[in-house]
């Protein structure tokens, strides 16, 4: 009897061993943020703001660098373990904030109303996703 309550408990320490090995293993391959359905990549925000805002060739090109600097800001702070949580969050939105101000000094005043729209929306969707804790919108 004794045998068999070391066998199985043997297989049961086993067993979670494999399951959180496994887990562990899966989250460092996991994508990075944003990747599926958080943030969107520059070069997909730049299709959208095309569309929806009818930008020009120019605008584009002015404001291509402006996500992808922000883009690449965000990446290394999601990378920085030295931060707490709550410094990244701040340090993200200020990052964000930064972006917006940049994009919609290259916007007409029709488009930068149709970009606060956009935002509003995104921000909606994100509290939704969230639970209702997305965070408070970019100032406009």
Known sequence: MYKHFIQFSTAAVLGLG??????QAQDQQAPPAGRRGGQMGAERQIT?????????????????????????QMMALRSDTTMSQDDRRSKMMSIRQDSVARVKAVLTDAQK???????????????EHMGGNGGAPPSQ
Not at 18 to 23: D, F, I, P, Q
């Open 113 to 127: 109303a149709q970009y606060g729209q956009m935002i509003e929306k995104q921000m909606q969707e994100r509290r």
């Open 18 to 23: 494999l399951t959180l090995s496994v887990a």
């Open 48 to 72: 959208q703001m095309r569309q929806q805002l009818n930008l020009t060739d120019d605008q584009v090109s002015q404001i291509r660098p402006i996500l992808a600097d922000s883009q690449k």
